[in-house]
């Protein structure tokens, strides 16, 4: 691989607020992932346009890696994601490769913890050698090595995050193929005041990901000559909302736009059911769940959220290859798949077309041409992807869903603003 190949005409790479507070973690890591008394840090493969190899491309095998959450608090995301991509690398493992490469994919458990993130992406790039990562999983964890990972020319695809640092600054090794939050509520803001509210507000985690959304209304509504009514924010493990609602409340808000995730959404969503406070809720795909929808209390009915892939259900009217691919991942995992599954799949299945399209001669530079060639990508579930040079967000729509009777409804698609 030639680095020099890499554009470096965006690389203002920022260092995550993280990165500083782990830095000794990462050294002492460094220590237990690779052995030995040498540290190894996430340097620079070397710039040799003389060497005949590509790292982790063999004439039999390709490997790729990922760090995400096995048995933490988002495990959901993290396990429902790499059993879809499992179940299509060993589909083509199964029928011999990919120009007589086998697909090898290494994944470390992060329990959604920053040292552990540190130490799975340094093991992973320095003693596995991977070719590219795959479904890296939370914002968070991406960011505080994204930065190294990048520096050593490792390619990060379609990260499980919606944050706008998987996309900006612009960088030839990053490709998402979800959402990113904050369009996602520029979206929902433009359709609303399209659609006669009157008295937009915005409740958000006092977070960087809330920040996006807080951002995402503010610039959407300044491109509309408006103004947020409102802003409540909260710290993240907050769980009494009664107060920042009646905020809400007395400004006469008519729509509120959420910057949270699945638990505080629902305890917001209850707060409001209790006060009789009947605003229009709308979330975004970080607070996207059956869990939200199924509330006994019936809090989420009503509930808006702009996503990059609804939810499917079994008794839908599917088409008959998704039944195949429900009823195979049933069978392989014991359990129905939901929307990681979905995402997982869809990025193994990106991957695999990009190898096709690179052929034979496996190298960073073929592959991320070939990814950029995928201009018109439909998944087997409906849902386009398309890149190109100097464009690698994947997505600019968004589908607008809503809870109706417990279930997820989809009401429009191909919204963006």
């Not at 060639?373 to 398309?386: C, K, L, N, S, V």
Request: hydrophobic share 40%; with cysteine; net charge negative.
């Amino acid at each position: 691989m030639t680095l020099a190949w890499i554009k470096k005409r965006h690389l203002s790479e920022y260092w995550s607020e993280y990165w500083s507070e782990y830095w000794l973690i990462f050294a002492l890591t460094g220590l237990i992932s690779c052995g030995g008394n040498e540290t190894r840090e996430l340097n620079p493969v070397s710039d040799d346009s003389e060497s005949p190899t590509t790292r982790g491309v063999t004439d039999d095998e390709v490997v790729f890696g990922s760090h995400t959450d096995l048995t933490g608090n988002i495990a959901i995301w993290g396990v429902g994601s790499i059993n879809g991509a499992r179940m299509r690398f060993d589909d083509v493992n199964e029928a011999g490769g990919i120009h007589g490469r086998k697909i090898r994919f290494v994944v470390e458990d992060t329990q959604y913890e920053i040292p552990r993130a540190i130490q799975a992406a340094n093991k992973l790039i320095n003693r596995d050698k991977v070719f590219a990562m795959v479904l890296n999983l939370g914002t968070p964890t991406n960011n505080a090595v994204l930065t190294q990972q990048l520096r050593a020319g490792i390619p990060n695809l379609f990260p499980l995050t919606g944050a706008r640092s998987m996309v900006e600054p612009y960088h030839d090794l990053k490709f998402t193929q979800r959402g990113i939050y904050y369009y996602e509520i520029r979206a929902g803001v433009k359709y609303f005041m399209e659609r006669g509210k009157e008295t937009p507000c915005v409740i958000h985690h006092d977070s960087d990901y809330g920040q996006e959304i807080l951002e995402g209304a503010q610039d959407q509504l300044k491109s509309m000559g408006r103004e947020l009514a409102m802003v409540s924010a909260y710290k993240p493990s907050e769980t009494e909302f009664t107060a920042s609602l009646i905020r809400l409340r007395n400004a006469g808000c008519d729509v509120v736009l959420m910057g949270t995730a699945h638990r505080d959404t629902i305890l917001i969503l209850e707060t409001a059911r209790k006060m009789g406070f009947e605003a229009t809720f709308v979330g975004n795909n970080a607070a996207y769940g059956q869990v939200i929808a199924e509330q006994q209390s019936g809090s989420g009915e009503g509930y808006h959220a702009f996503v990059h892939i609804a939810k499917l259900y079994k008794d839908d009217t599917l088409p008959q290859n998704v039944i195949d691919w429900w009823n195979d991942y049933e069978s392989r995992f014991g359990t129905e798949p939901g929307i990681p599954a979905m995402e997982g799949y869809r990025a193994a299945d990106l991957v695999v077309l990009a190898l096709e399209k690179a052929g034979p001669v496996l190298t960073i530079e073929s592959f991320i041409q070939a990814l950029e060639q995928i201009t018109d990508y439909t998944d087997i579930f409906g849902y386009r992807i398309a890149f190109g040079p100097g464009d690698h967000k994947g997505v600019d729509e968004s589908v607008l869903s809503v809870v109706e009777n417990g279930r997820w409804k989809t009401l429009a698609t191909s919204i963006s603003y």
